[in-house]
């Protein structure tokens, strides 16, 4: 008998290697294409994701619109969606106009600097020896910078053709939005498993807004005292740093590092005073580290628990498949993955591994916080 049983297991262990090594390829092939897709259609995915993520920040908006009253007349559905509309186009055309103004008044000065810039840092390095200075000097010549700025502004020129596709994707969100509920209805067949899809989803919605909201108010500020500090040192290109350093910071960890040395370089080609510049580049770092690591975090609180070695590797993957606008979707798309994944029994364990202390989403958790949700929408 045990010889006829090794025999019999011999072959069923055979199948269940060939089962598992077919589920690997599978899974590596699937997660090639679905790459390939990411990176071949990135200008389409970016525009609906940022479309995806007004649309959920409207969402409420909305809501309140149409609860308003004019006299006994209410707002209706679809006028609250129109108005909503026009209010993200207007505010995304403007916002775009200004990024661009300020992104073009930036290249233009960098290329008027760029004779004076690379002798500018090279002079950094004079205390290492004449031997190490001219060794820069000569390697920061080699660079042609006006070829990057160049390439910079090509890829500027495409913002604007980007806003108009978001409102258009936001626009088509609004006309389904009310069809939402009977759809998630009908494709799970359930109503108990459509409610628990709706609850994820809302999780999902309010948690990134609620991120969005600090962002932008820790942005603000920080892009207001850069401005401020930059003014006070005579910076010729104070306001351009002040937007640059809010936009920036929305980028994690990296943006502020690279707002800050920004600000300093700018400085340093302008005034060529290094004690200046060393003191500019402190209260610049010492703003930057108070708001992103003190304040910020106090205002996130336990809305996003999210590791920061996986926030890293997030911004490191989508920065490399979907460039810059990849880095400031990053988080968001690491959110929607924490929120998902903590309620996928499969996907548990990456939830796990998402989260920064180990301890995803449950479902009371859930409940609790759509309570609370309800709760604050109908006051």
């Not at 775009?96 to 600097?113: E, G, H, K």
Request: hydrophobic fraction near 55%; aromatic fraction near 8%.
């Amino acid at each position: 008998m045990s010889k006829d049983s090794n025999k019999m297991s011999g072959p069923l262990d055979e199948v269940e290697s060939h089962a598992r090594l077919r589920t690997v390829a599978l899974i590596i092939i699937a997660f090639a294409v679905v790459l390939f897709l990411l990176v071949q259609a990135r200008f389409l995915l970016i525009s609906l994701a940022v479309a995806i993520i007004l649309f959920s920040l409207t969402s409420d908006v909305i809501r309140l619109i149409a609860r308003q009253r004019i006299g006994r007349l209410g707002v209706p559905n679809w006028l609250a969606s129109v108005a909503a509309l026009l209010l993200i186009s207007t505010a995304l055309l403007l916002l775009s106009s200004i990024l661009l103004a300020q992104l073009n008044t930036v290249l233009s000065t960098t290329l008027s600097y760029a004779e004076r810039a690379p002798s500018a840092v090279a002079s950094l390095f004079a205390w290492m020896g004449e031997d190490v200075e001219r060794a820069v000097l000569n390697s920061l010549n080699s660079v042609e910078l006006s070829s990057y700025v160049r390439t910079v502004a090509g890829q500027a020129g495409n913002l604007m053709q980007g806003t108009v596709l978001v409102i258009l994707f936001v626009g088509f969100l609004f006309a389904e939005r009310i069809w939402f509920s009977t759809k998630m209805s009908n494709f799970f067949g359930d109503e108990a498993q459509a409610e628990r899809a709706n609850k994820i989803i809302t999780s999902i919605i309010h948690r990134v807004n609620y991120y969005l909201l600090v962002k932008t108010a820790v942005s603000v500020i920080t892009g207001v005292m850069v401005y401020a500090v930059a003014s006070f040192f005579g910076i010729e290109l104070a306001l351009s740093l002040g937007i640059l350093t809010f936009i920036l910071n929305y980028i994690p960890n990296i943006g502020s590092i690279v707002a800050t040395g920004m600000v300093a370089l700018v400085g340093f080609v302008e005034t060529g005073e290094p004690t200046s510049t060393a003191l500019l580049f402190l209260i610049t770092g010492l703003i930057q580290f108070v708001n992103g690591n003190v304040i910020d975090p106090l205002l996130m609180g336990r809305a996003l628990r999210l590791s920061s070695f996986g926030i890293i590797l997030s911004l490191a993957f989508w920065g490399a498949v979907w460039g810059v606008p990849g880095m400031f979707l990053s988080v968001p798309i690491m959110v929607m993955m924490l929120v998902i994944c903590s309620h996928v029994p499969g996907l548990r364990k990456v939830a796990v591994l998402l989260s920064r202390e180990g301890l995803p989403e449950d479902e009371r958790e859930l409940d609790r916080f759509n309570d609370e949700i309800e709760d604050r929408k109908a006051l």
